[in-house]
């Protein structure tokens, strides 16, 4: 890009150079080699499609859930937190290796163990993770949770979210309990059918969030 001075403004193309106004000063520069019919059928950028494809795929899936848990995101106080989610989508996303490259998914990603793993290992700003042995089984009306005697807390959460990551929408459920640390933790079951199933649990000390993320959700055995 360059500027000019002339007695004669120009505005328009001439050849391969572009002419326009730019913050009051006449500028010229080359006509941009990109061409969007090219981008979409020249093979010469097959890859740079399928890279654009997923890329926008996981950053709508990533906001898909986050939306979900919001609130307690705000929280957290991290500035990139977001920016970290987005890239966590893109790593599980990679670990989908039933689809074609370009039509990878977050969800096929999250249906692998590694997948889930490193969901329940993202960490939430300066808020600690639950523990590795914290997880939550379905059992006909409820949802119990295991290693709940382990918290030193006053209050817990547990947010059931059931994503659509292919319409990129979400259905979620908010539970609050006090904890007494008398029996078992038990939350009511929002979700009977078929599909993915996350669980965000958040626990609070004296009004403060002490731990959150996501914890494994164990089906019942047939």
Known sequence: MATYES??????????????SLNGKNVVRKKSGFNKTAFK?????????????EFGHCSKAGKTIRS???????????????????KLMTTIKDLDIVSEKGKRT??????????????????????????????A????????????????????TMVSIQPDLEEYSAEY????LLLNHGGEIRF??????????LCFLVLRKKKKITHMGFIEIKKPAD
């Open 173 to 176: 459920f908010e539970d609050k």
């Open 68 to 86: 979900c848990i919001e609130n307690y995101i705000k929280e957290c106080d991290e500035p990139l937190l977001y920016q970290r989610f987005a």
């Open 188 to 197: 009511k079951k929002h979700f009977y059918n078929a599909g993915l199933l």
């Open 137 to 156: 089984f379905e059992e006909k009306e409820d949802i119990i949770l295991s290693g709940g005697n382990e918290f030193s807390a006053d209050e817990i």
């Open 41 to 53: 059928k020249n093979p010469s950028y097959e890859k740079v499609r399928q890279n654009s494809s």
């Open 7 to 20: 007695l004669i403004k120009f505005k328009g193309s001439i050849g391969d150079l572009v002419f326009y």
């Open 106 to 135: 977050v969800l096929n990603g999250l249906l692998t163990e590694k997948g889930l793993t490193l969901l329940k290992e993202f960490k939430f700003g300066n808020k600690e993770n639950l523990s590795t042995g914290t997880f």
